[in-house]
């Protein structure tokens, strides 16, 4: 029983040597401990955030630290890579990324813990470069889509169904001919993240993604979510779809669109899931600035998303409208402004505004 701990503290107090001798390497936007045996970077994000909502007999406004994330990315050996991510935003401590990954070739890498979900462009894009304040949007108070709740945003059914995000399992992925093809699959437990399976069953999610131009990916994807439904048992709720992206996050227009549909299986109708269908596109266009100013570049954006909880029930769906604007400070570091604005096919129309900056080192 001691063995394991006074390893620790020796890895411990090693980085800590390291650090006092000089070995330890600063460079922009992370920090490098090495040894010979070992390579850990260490990097982390701070998101600080203002939002409003319209909504009646809600707070109107609050002030929020949405991410706070530490993380440490570490190699054994040209084969045993880790990741290890706690969040300590919004109040509550919890663990994002943690796995470890066994790097074959590039054609091939296994990761075995917690880890994002293969399945649409707009999940597996980092928070620290997400073209929009909030993935799902959201505007407080509003609860009106049947199923995952809140408001109906593409991101808001992926997730909320289980098709995307976090989840504990294994992953095969890989990718052929300098990222001209790119494949990933995964088996998990379809529970999400930092959760114990509630069955015996698993949920399977799956994306393939090629570059047909300069610039432009396309990709497939598809996901098989395991739930137990109060009538009838275990069963699988099925996603799929496909999105694009053009560009990139440097400079210039950049585009990512998608649309997926399947089973909606936290809407039981008469025991049997309805059917959903989501679209997004989001459009951004990045101009640098010269050096020598306190702004590195700024981008308006816009985004366009509309969901639908059950196809069979007219009357139902939504659009989210998000105009946007972003100052880059450095790299990774920067003040974003949103408003969304959600308006039902039937019902009120609500807005929200989101005033986030965002620091990453």
Same mark, same amino acid.
């Given at each position: 029983m001691t063995r394991p701990i006074k390893h620790r503290l020796s890895l411990v107090a090693g980085v800590v040597v390291l650090a006092s001798a000089g070995v330890a390497r600063v460079a922009a936007a992370q920090v490098e401990l090495k040894s010979r045996a070992l390579e850990i970077t260490l990097t982390g994000r701070l998101q600080t955030q203002f939002n409003s909502t319209s909504v009646s007999g809600e707070r109107a406004s609050e002030f929020l630290i949405r991410? *706070?994330?530490?993380t440490a990315e570490i190699v054994v050996s040209d084969l045993v890579h880790g990741k290890v991510q706690p969040d300590f935003g919004e109040g509550r401590l919890a663990l994002k990324d943690a796995y470890m990954q066994l790097r074959f070739s590039p054609a091939l890498r296994t990761t075995f813990g917690q880890f994002k979900r293969p399945f649409d462009v707009f999940e597996l894009t980092s928070s620290t470069q997400i073209l929009v304040v909030e993935r799902a949007g959201g505007v407080n108070g509003v609860d009106t889509c049947a199923g995952p709740g809140g408001l109906c945003a593409y991101s808001r059914f992926t997730e909320k169904l289980g098709f995307s995000d976090r989840d504990i399992g294994v992953m095969a992925d890989g990718r052929f001919n300098g990222g001209q093809l790119e494949y990933a699959v995964s088996v998990t437990n379809g =529970?999400? *993240?930092?959760?114990e399976d509630e069955n015996g069953s698993r949920s399977f999610s799956g994306r393939v993604a090629v570059?047909?131009?300069r610039g432009l990916r396309v990709a497939a994807n598809a996901g098989a979510h395991d739930f137990t439904n109060p009538a009838t048992g275990d069963e699988y709720a099925v996603a799929f779809g496909g999105d694009v992206e053009y560009g990139n996050f440097n400079e210039g227009l950049h585009v990512q669109a998608g649309l997926t549909t399947g089973d909606n !299986?936290?809407?039981?109708v008469a025991t049997d899931p309805t059917r959903f269908v989501t679209t997004q596109g989001i459009v951004t266009y990045k101009l640098p600035l010269t050096a020598g100013g306190y702004l590195?570049? @700024? +981008?308006?954006?816009f985004r366009v998303s509309w969901g639908d909880p059950d196809r069979a029930t007219p009357g139902d769906a939504g659009w989210l409208l998000t105009p946007g604007f972003v100052a880059h400070i450095v790299g990774r570091n920067k @003040? *974003? *402004?949103n408003v969304d604005i959600w308006s039902p096919a039937s019902?009120? =129309? +609500? !807005?929200s505004l989101k005033v986030q900056a965002g620091m990453h080192f």
């Amino acid at each position: 029983m001691t063995r394991p701990i006074k390893h620790r503290l020796s890895l411990v107090a090693g980085v800590v040597v390291l650090a006092s001798a000089g070995v330890a390497r600063v460079a922009a936007a992370q920090v490098e401990l090495k040894s010979r045996a070992l390579e850990i970077t260490l990097t982390g994000r701070l998101q600080t955030q203002f939002n409003s909502t319209s909504v009646s007999g809600e707070r109107a406004s609050e002030f929020l630290i949405r991410r *706070a994330r530490l993380t440490a990315e570490i190699v054994v050996s040209d084969l045993v890579h880790g990741k290890v991510q706690p969040d300590f935003g919004e109040g509550r401590l919890a663990l994002k990324d943690a796995y470890m990954q066994l790097r074959f070739s590039p054609a091939l890498r296994t990761t075995f813990g917690q880890f994002k979900r293969p399945f649409d462009v707009f999940e597996l894009t980092s928070s620290t470069q997400i073209l929009v304040v909030e993935r799902a949007g959201g505007v407080n108070g509003v609860d009106t889509c049947a199923g995952p709740g809140g408001l109906c945003a593409y991101s808001r059914f992926t997730e909320k169904l289980g098709f995307s995000d976090r989840d504990i399992g294994v992953m095969a992925d890989g990718r052929f001919n300098g990222g001209q093809l790119e494949y990933a699959v995964s088996v998990t437990n379809g =529970t999400g *993240a930092n959760r114990e399976d509630e069955n015996g069953s698993r949920s399977f999610s799956g994306r393939v993604a090629v570059v047909p131009l300069r610039g432009l990916r396309v990709a497939a994807n598809a996901g098989a979510h395991d739930f137990t439904n109060p009538a009838t048992g275990d069963e699988y709720a099925v996603a799929f779809g496909g999105d694009v992206e053009y560009g990139n996050f440097n400079e210039g227009l950049h585009v990512q669109a998608g649309l997926t549909t399947g089973d909606n !299986w936290l809407n039981l109708v008469a025991t049997d899931p309805t059917r959903f269908v989501t679209t997004q596109g989001i459009v951004t266009y990045k101009l640098p600035l010269t050096a020598g100013g306190y702004l590195s570049g @700024i +981008e308006p954006l816009f985004r366009v998303s509309w969901g639908d909880p059950d196809r069979a029930t007219p009357g139902d769906a939504g659009w989210l409208l998000t105009p946007g604007f972003v100052a880059h400070i450095v790299g990774r570091n920067k @003040i *974003a *402004a949103n408003v969304d604005i959600w308006s039902p096919a039937s019902g009120d =129309t +609500e !807005w929200s505004l989101k005033v986030q900056a965002g620091m990453h080192f």
